[in-house]
């Protein structure tokens, strides 16, 4: 790990730690943006549920909306928003999505919720949905099927680790003459950090 990188994941880690000091509601929320092959970009409110120097990780399923892009398309942005933070402060992360390993993901499964658990088996995410009372009836046979059990990790709900290329802070500051800068990173590993104009 480089310098400038080690550098950023501490900044990172800095502005987290003040997230949760300055009573931020959730400072795990994060927008998710992916697109398809052809371009059509989509976002949406994930949680952030682990981070390091190999990446930044969110849990799905892999055959909803978000899982399908990021399989064509295995590229993803990240954005942090904490406005209680300093004057506000938002965190920009992109690069390359892949899937965590089984272990890992089995893992982080057994500490959800049993509710969240059996949700998970449930839901067919992203597909039509008639009625509310289908999903609660898919429910109740997978809480019968566990009964008694412990809850497996469905086959296709899994982790995603965005591995950062870019990283850029953005720290607010009056008449929007924020400050931002922007850590970027080769393929080879190389970093460089630079100012941008707000």
């Given at each position: 790990m480089t310098d400038l990188y080690a550098e950023a994941l501490a900044t990172f880690d800095t502005l987290f730690d003040e997230a949760r000091d300055a009573g931020e509601p959730d400072r795990t929320a994060m927008t998710l943006a992916t697109a398809t092959p052809d371009g059509r970009p989509s976002a949406r409110t994930v949680l952030l549920k682990a981070h390091d120097a190999?990446?930044?990780?969110?849990?799905?399923?892999l055959d909803g909306r978000k899982g399908r892009e990021l399989k064509s398309n295995p590229r993803a942005a990240l954005l942090f928003h904490w406005p209680r933070v300093r004057q506000g402060v938002q965190v920009r992360i992109e690069g390359p999505v892949a899937i965590i390993d089984e272990a890992?993901?089995?893992?982080?499964?057994?500490?959800?919720?049993?509710?969240?658990?059996?949700?998970?088996?449930?839901?067919?995410?992203?597909?039509?949905l008639d009625t509310r009372e289908d999903f609660e009836r898919r429910l109740a046979e997978y809480a019968q099927q566990f009964d008694g059990r412990e809850v497996p990790r469905p086959p296709r709900w899994n982790g995603l680790r965005v591995r950062a290329d870019r990283i850029e802070f953005w720290y607010g500051a009056d008449y929007r003459l924020h400050e931002r800068w922007l850590y970027e990173c080769d393929h080879a590993g190389d970093c460089s950090k630079r100012m941008l104009y707000p």
């Open positions: 190999r990446g930044f990780v969110f849990y799905t399923h890992e993901a089995d893992a982080y499964f057994a500490t959800r919720p049993r509710g969240s658990q059996l949700g998970a088996w449930a839901s067919l995410q992203s597909e039509t």
